[in-house]
C-alpha cells in the first residue's frame, strides 16, 4: 500500500494550510518573518530551538526589540528529550516528532486577549471550516477576562469553555515573563478515546478524544526569584500551533504520518528499501525513518555536524537510530542519504536555506551511516552474546546498563534490545537503562551549556540595560571618542568607585571600543577621566547590546557619571580589520575552489593571524590550498575596495549575501562585499581596500570534527615574518648539508633513502641474530605443567626484532608461552607470546600475562590472546619483571 494513496483529493494540502496560516496574518498586518535556524543564537539554555517564540526571547525579557509590532511565522524545531517528546515513541504514536513545524502569531505590546481570540475563532471556523460545535477552549482558573472573551468575541458555548490551573498558565523558567494562556482543542469523536477503564468519561485534558489544536499565551507578569508576580510594562502575546497535528486534524485523519507532509516520503523510504508500508506496528520503521531523516536534514543543514558532544551527540544518537530501524527493513547498506533529496524537494521552498547545502547534507549522512555500518555487526554481536549468557545463567532480564551501553556506545534505541531480548524471552531493566540515560544527558547538558558568569552577573547587566538602554558603538568611524561612565560592576555587584590597583568591568553610554563577536576579538586601549586612567584589557558583550570594558585602574579613582576619554588601540585594531577582511576572503575562496556547499563553521580573527572552521566533508588537498592562497594574495595585490553597506536582511539575503548558522541577526544589517567574489553579513571591523592586509600565509589544514575541516593563516606583517622565518629554516638546513637552498630537497631525499638502507640492513642483522638465539632461549626454557615457558632479557633489541624473535620461537616450541624484553635508553619494551594450544586448552592469555609483568616494572601494557606488548621506563627494573614469569603463567593456568 502506497501511504500518499490514502489521502482524499479534495481536502487542503500541507502547503495550502501553511501558507493560509501565514496569509491570514499578514492581511492583519503581520510581518511574516523567517524561520530561525534549529541552532539557537546567543541562548545557551537550549540544546535546539524548540518553539517558535525562541527567537523573540529577548524581546519578552525586556533587553531587545524589533521594527515591527506583530509577527507571524513557521518555525522548524527539534524536540528530543524532556515532557515535549519521547524519543522511543517516534514511530510508535501518531504524534510524536524530533523535527516538527510551529505557526505562530506575536504581539509585542500591540494587541492583546480580545484580537489573540478573535483572530483564532476567525482562522479556524471561518478559514478551515472547523465545526464551531467540535471547538472547546480553556483558560487558566482565575482569567476571567479571557473567559468572557471567549463568550463574547466568539460563539462558542459558555460550556466548552473550561478552567485549569497549571494546564493553562505558561512560564519561560523560574523566573521571567509568564502569563495565563488559553488553549483551543477539537473534540475528535468518541471513536479517538484509547481510554479502557469502563468508569472514564471523556473530557479536554483528560483522554485522546480532544485534542490540543492551538495555544494562546498571554504574557502579562514578570516573576521574581520569591516566586513574586509583577505586572509588566507592556503586554505580549506569544501562540503556538503544532503543524503536523494541525494538518492531520484539518485532513481528517488519526495520525501526523497518514497526511501529506509524511507520505510522500514514507512511499520513497518503501521505494528504495522493497518493503511494502503499513499504517500498523509493522510499518514504525518507516515512520521513524520518515522523521529522523526530516530532523537530520535541516540540524546538519542548519551546522550541526554528528560528534560524540552536545548538539552533534543528539543529532548521531537520531542517524544510528535510523540506521538500526533501516535494517529491520533488510538495508545493510548506506542508504538514508538518497532521502534528503525528498525532504528538500518537499521543504526547500519553505526554508530555504537548506537547499544550497543539500549535497553537503548528503555526503555528511552518507559519511555517518558508512562509519555506522562498521561497528553495527559488533553490536549485535555483544548483544547476542549477552542474551547468551543471560539464558545460559537462566536470567530473564537484561541489565539496564548493558541495555544503555548498546545504546551510548552503538546506537542501539532502548525498544530495539526489546524486540531482541522478547524474541528469547527476556525483558529489560527499564529503570536501569534510564538511570543510565539520564546521567549521559547531564553529560550532554554540560559539554554545550555555555560558560560564563554566575546568574547574577547576568541579572546585573540586564538591570543596566533596563536603565540606560544599549550602548552606542562608534568604532566604525572613530577610534577616539568622548562619553561616560554609566557603571562600574566589581564581580558580580554595583560598585560606586574603583581606586588604583582595581580591576573592574566598566560601562559607557557610547565607545568605539569593539566587543569581541563574531569571532573577532575585543579591542585594547585606554579610557582616561581628569583623575583617573584605567587600561583596558578586553572589550565582550554580555548581550547584544551591551559592551562592556575590562579594565585595571592604573593611575586615580573613577565613579559612574563622569566623564571620560575612550581610545582604542589603533595599530592593534588594524592588524585585526586585516585579519577579519582576509577572513572573508579565504571564505569566498573555499567557496570558490570546493564548491558553494562549503559554509561557515566558527572563527577567531586576532592581529596577525585567523583560525577559520568550515563545513566540507573530505580534506582539502595540496594543490587545492595552494589554489586558495593564491587567489587570495592575487586578490590582495589587486586592492579590491571593500564596501559595507546597511540594509534590510531580507533585502541582503536577496542580494545574495551569506548569512550564518547560529548567529543572530536585527532587522537591519551591515553587508561587507569585496569585489564578486564575496558578500556576507558581519558586524565586525575591515579594511578599506584589500591591499591593506599585505600578505595572506595558510598555515594548516586540518579536521576538528566530522564534516568540519580547519584552516589557519597569518595575515600582513605576521606572514611576511613567518615567510622570512622559513626561509632562515632552509638556509640552516642547506648549510647543515652543506648545499644550497634550491638543493636542499635532493639532498634530504638522499639522506632519508640512505637511512631507510641502514634500518633494513640492521633489521636483516636481528632477523639473524633472532634466528641464532632461538637455539639457546629454547634450551633454557622452564617447563610448566607439562609446556615450556621461555622468559629472557635480550640485549639492544627494537620491539620488531623482539616480536620477530617470539614469532621464531612460538614456531620452534610448538606448545609455550614466551616472555622477552629489551631496554634502549630509558625505554623497555616486553614482548609476549601464547602458543594457540594453550589459548584455547589451558586458558592463557598473552595480554593479560603482559599486564602482569609489566605491571612490576611500573608499565603498562595489553594485546591479543596469542601476541601482546608492553612498555615501561624503568630499566632497572626489567630483570625482576621477567624472573616473575614462570609464576605469572603458573598462576594463570585454569
Known amino acids: 500500500m502506497r501511504a500518499s494513496n490514502q489521502r482524499e483529493k479534495s481536502l487542503m494540502t500541507s502547503n495550502e ?31 535546539f530551538t524548540n518553539a517558535g517564540m525562541n ?156 485534542r490540543e489544536l492551538w495555544n494562546l499565551v498571554f504574557i502579562q507578569y514578570n516573576r521574581d526569584a520569591a516566586g513574586k508576580l509583577y505586572p509588566l510594562p507592556e503586554k505580549h502575546v506569544d501562540t503556538g500551533m503544532g503543524f503536523e497535528r494541525a494538518v492531520a486534524i484539518l485532513q481528517g485523519v488519526d495520525s501526523n504520518y497518514k497526511t501529506d507532509v509524511f507520505t510522500p516520503l514514507i512511499d520513497v523510504i518503501a521505494d528504495i528499501t522493497d518493503s511494502a508500508y503499513s499504517e500498523d506496528i509493522s510499518g514504525v520503521a518507516h515512520r521513524v525513518i520518515a ?15 554528528p560528534s560524540n558532544e552536545g548538539r552533534g551527540y543528539v543529532i548521531r544518537r537520531i542517524l544510528r537510530r535510523a540506521v538500526l530501524y533501516g535494517k529491520r527493513l533488510g538495508m545493510d547498506v548506506p542508504f538514508i542519504y538518497r532521502l534528503v533529496d525528498k525532504v528538500i524537494e518537499l521543504l526547500g521552498s519553505v ?14 549522512v552518507r559519511g555517518e551511516e558508512g562509519r555506522f555500518h562498521q561497528t553495527l555487526d559488533r553490536g549485535l554481536e555483544i548483544l547476542g552474546k549477552s542474551l547468551d549468557e543471560l539464558h545460559a545463567q537462566q536470567q530473564s532480564v537484561v541489565p539496564g546498563e548493558r541495555a544503555f551501553e548498546l545504546y551510548d556506545t552503538f546506537g542501539f534505541p532502548l525498544d530495539l534490545t526489546e524486540i531482541l531480548a522478547r524474541e528469547r524471552g527476556l525483558s529489560v531493566d527499564e529503570k536501569g537503562f534510564a538511570a543510565g540515560m539520564a546521567s549521559q544527558q547531564e553529560r550532554s547538558r554540560a559539554a554545550w551549556k555555555a560558560a560564563g558568569g554566575s546568574g547574577k552577573g547576568e541579572e546585573v547587566y540586564l538591570e ?119 577572513t572573508h576572503m579565504l571564505h569566498g575562496a573555499l567557496r570558490k575552489v570546493l564548491g558553494t556547499h562549503v559554509s561557515q563553521a566558527g572563527s577567531l580573527v586576532e592581529p596577525g593571524r585567523l ?57 537591519v544589517v551591515r553587508v561587507v562585499e569585496i569585489g564578486g567574489y564575496s558578500m556576507e553579513l558581519c558586524g565586525g571591523t575591515h579594511t578599506r581596500a584589500t591591499g591593506e592586509i599585505g600578505l595572506v600565509k595558510i598555515l594548516n589544514e586540518s579536521s576538528i570534527a566530522a564534516g568540519t575541516r580547519r584552516i589557519e593563516a597569518v595575515t600582513g606583517n605576521s606572514a611576511y615574518q613567518h615567510v622570512c622565518s622559513e626561509d632562515d629554516l632552509l638556509s640552516s638546513i642547506g648549510s647543515i648539508l652543506k648545499t644550497p637552498k634550491h638543493r636542499t630537497p635532493e639532498q634530504v631525499e638522499r639522506l632519508v633513502q640512505a637511512n631507510r638502507e641502514l634500518e633494513q640492513q640492521i633489521n636483516e642483522l636481528q632477523a639473524k641474530l633472532a634466528k641464532s638465539s632461538v637455539v639457546d632461549l629454547a634450551n633454557r626454557a622452564v617447563v610448566v605443567d607439562g609446556f615450556r615457558v621461555v622468559a629472557s632479557v635480550v640485549d639492544r633489541m627494537d620491539r620488531d626484532g623482539l616480536r620477530r624473535l617470539a614469532d621464531e620461537l612460538k614456531n620452534r616450541l610448538e606448545s609455550g608461552v614466551i616472555v622477552l624484553a629489551s631496554a634502549t635508553g630509558n625505554e623497555v619494551a616486553f614482548i609476549t607470546g601464547v602458543t594457540p594450544d594453550l589459548v584455547k586448552g589451558r586458558g592463557l592469555q598473552a595480554g593479560k600475562i603482559v599486564q602482569a609483568v609489566t605491571r612490576i616494572a611500573d608499565g603498562r601494557g595489553g594485546g591479543r590472546p596469542e601476541l601482546a606488548q608492553g612498555g615501561s621506563k624503568e630499566p632497572g627494573k626489567m630483570q625482576c619483571a621477567i624472573d616473575a614469569v614462570v609464576n605469572i603463567v603458573a598462576n594463570q593456568l585454569n
Not at 25 to 37: D, I, K, L, N, W
Not at 104 to 131: C, M, Q, R
Not at 294 to 305: N, P
Open 464 to 582: 543596566i540595560l533596563k536603565e540606560y538602554e544599549k550602548t552606542e558603538f562608534l568604532g566604525y568611524d572613530t577610534e577616539e571618542a568622548e562619553a561616560k561612565v554609566i557603571a562600574l560592576i566589581r564581580g558580580d555587584e554595583l560598585v560606586s568607585g574603583i581606586h588604583e590597583g582595581e580591576e573592574v568591568a566598566a560601562i559607557l553610554n557610547r565607545t568605539p571600543f569593539y566587543a569581541e563577536s563574531g569571532g573577532q576579538v575585543g579591542d585594547i586601549g585606554i579610557i582616561e577621566s581628569e583623575k583617573a586612567k584605567l587600561n583596558v584589557v578586553d572589550t565582550f558583550k554580555p548581550n547584544p547590546d551591551l559592551i562592556v570594558h575590562k579594565c585595571k585602574v592604573i593611575e586615580g579613582e573613577i565613579t559612574p557619571q563622569t566623564p571620560v576619554t575612550s581610545q582604542i588601540d589603533a595599530v592593534r585594531r588594524a592588524h585585526i580589520a586585516a585579519s577579519h577582511t582576509a
Open 291 to 305: 522523521d529522523h531523516v526530516r530532523c537530520l536534514t535541516f540540524a546538519i543543514g542548519d551546522g550541526v555536524m
Open 55 to 210: 527567537q523573540f526571547k529577548d524581546v519578552f525579557l525586556g533587553v531587545g526589540q524589533r521594527e515591527y509590532k506583530r509577527a507571524a511565522d513557521s518555525q522548524k524545531c527539534i524536540r528530543v528529550s524532556g515532557k515535549h517528546n519521547d524519543l522511543e515513541e517516534v514511530g510508535y504514536s501518531g504524534g510524536h516528532h524530533t523535527f516538527f513545524e510551529m505557526l505562530g502569531n506575536w504581539s509585542f505590546g500591540d494587541y492583546y486577549k480580545h484580537e489573540a481570540i478573535e483572530f483564532a475563532w476567525e482562522l479556524v471556523t471561518e478559514i478551515w471550516k472547523i465545526p464551531k460545535n467540535r471547538l472547546w477552549a480553556t483558560v487558566h482558573l482565575d482569567d476571567d477576562e479571557a473567559e468572557k472573551l471567549w463568550t463574547t468575541v466568539t460563539d462558542v458555548p459558555a460550556s466548552q469553555v473550561i478552567r485549569f490551573d497549571k494546564d493553562n498558565f505558561w512560564e519561560m523558567g523560574d523566573t521571567g515573563p509568564c502569563g495565563p494562556c488559553s488553549e483551543v482543542h477539537i473534540d475528535l469523536g468518541p471513536e479517538a478515546c484509547s481510554t479502557q477503564d469502563p468508569a472514564h468519561e471523556c473530557g479536554v485534558n483528560k483522554c485522546d478524544r480532544y
Open 611 to 667: 583560525r577559520f572552521d568550515f563545513a566540507h566533508f573530505q580534506g582539502v588537498t595540496d594543490n587545492q590550498l595552494r589554489e586558495i592562497e593564491g587567489f587570495i594574495n592575487h586578490c590582495v595585490r589587486m586592492n579590491d575596495e571593500v564596501e559595507i553597506d546597511s540594509m534590510s536582511l531580507q533585502t541582503a539575503k536577496d542580494k545574495g549575501a551569506l548569512a550564518f548558522f547560529g548567529d543572530k541577526y536585527g532587522d
Open 351 to 364: 526554508y530555504a536555506d537548506v537547499v544550497p547545502r543539500r549535497e553537503f547534507v548528503k555526503q555528511i
Open 17 to 47: 494550510i501553511r501558507s493560509s496560516f501565514l496569509d491570514f496574518f499578514r492581511e492583519r498586518g503581520h510581518t511574516v518573518v523567517p524561520s530561525a535556524p534549529v541552532v539557537p543564537a546567543e541562548d545557551p539554555t537550549l540544546l
